[in-house]
């Protein structure tokens, strides 16, 4: 009785061993059959319509296996974009007669090659006829995707074709011209006049003008230099107002700006009408125009009280 159990034993232990290797010979299978099927990613290509529809043109690099005759290219197009059922123009480089078949339902075109395809290799797909309609949405890319079969309809390589829409952004603004102008005091007093000495007072204007192609000041006064009685003093006629003699004018002098060329040197008159005085050839920042009053008398001058309104004014440049 010893005997007969110890030979079952060994038996129980002999039968086990079958059916734990098929298991393992299974899985190593199916491990394996997976390995070959798994596919490699391709470079993203390039999708492009002529219209809508127009010619589809599909480009892409095949990946590193080559691919042998009688494998497919399938294009499986988006939504936007409806595939020909009828369509059967297609060319593909390096092939003499490919041949295609368009699956409406899956929104896809199959195309077989009759020759090889070398790997690393430039491909261009194109077809007159791929698609029957094509929407442009506010998609600024979008793509169709590419899937390369081998003779056996196993899966060799995969990616995409991307399609460029209007994927540039405009950006607007605008900036406000202006022009400013500020005086830092508005009233010249030259005091009581001497034939011994030349008086005279400076008012200075700031200039701000983001203006490209600059501005213009011009001066006017309301008449000469005169009093209730309509007498006046001569305006300088020598660019010089000197002292002992009845002379009025201004000096002008700048930063940032151009001096017109009635008043870029000396002591000069100013005309009732108004006339340039300076101007810029751009935008200024924080320019200065300085504007020295000067007046002088003779022993003959008219005694009284004399005023004069000078009038300033900036424009820009059109």
């Known amino acids: 009785m010893y005997c007969l159990k110890t030979l079952k034993r ?32 391709l470079a993203d290509g390039t999708w492009s319509q002529s219209a809508s529809p127009g010619t589809t043109t599909v480009t892409f690099t095949n990946g590193a296996t080559l691919l042998p005759a009688n494998s497919d290219i399938v294009l499986t197009f988006p939504s936007t974009a409806t595939v020909s059922q009828g369509g059967t123009n297609i060319s593909v480089t390096g092939q003499s007669s490919p041949t295609r078949s368009n699956n409406t339902l899956d929104n896809t075109i199959t195309i077989n090659i009759d020759g090889t395809i070398d790997s690393s290799l430039a491909v261009t797909i194109t077809m007159t006829d791929g698609l029957s309609a094509y929407v442009t949405t506010t998609y600024a890319q979008e793509s169709l995707a590419i899937n390369t079969l081998n003779a056996t309809d196993q899966p060799v390589d995969f990616g995409v074709a991307i399609k460029t829409n209007s994927n540039t952004t405009t950006i607007t603004a605008s900036v406000p011209l202006f022009v400013n102008m500020a005086i830092d005091d508005t009233t010249m007093a030259l005091g009581t006049l001497s034939t011994a000495s030349v008086s005279q007072a400076t008012q200075q204007y700031t200039i701000n003008s983001n203006n490209q192609t600059g501005i213009t000041m ?34 002008v002098s700048t930063s940032g700006l151009t001096v017109d060329a009635n008043y870029i040197t000396g002591d000069n008159d100013i ?48």
């Open 10 to 41: 060994k038996e129980l232990v002999l039968k086990t061993i079958p059916f734990f290797t098929i298991i393992y010979f299974l899985l190593l299978a199916v491990f394996a059959g997976n390995r070959i099927a798994k596919a490699a990613k």
């Open 218 to 251: 011009q001066i006017a006064t309301d008449g000469d230099l005169d009093d209730a009685s309509s007498n006046t003093i001569n305006y300088v006629g020598d660019s010089t107002v000197s002292a002992g003699s009845e002379e009025y004018g201004i000096a």
């Open 271 to 318: 005309i009732e009408a108004a006339n340039n005085i300076a101007t810029s050839g751009g935008s200024v920042a924080n320019a200065t125009l300085d504007i020295t009053y000067k007046a002088s008398i003779a022993g003959t001058t008219v005694a009284g009280s004399y005023n004069q309104v000078v009038t300033v004014t900036i424009a820009t440049i059109a």
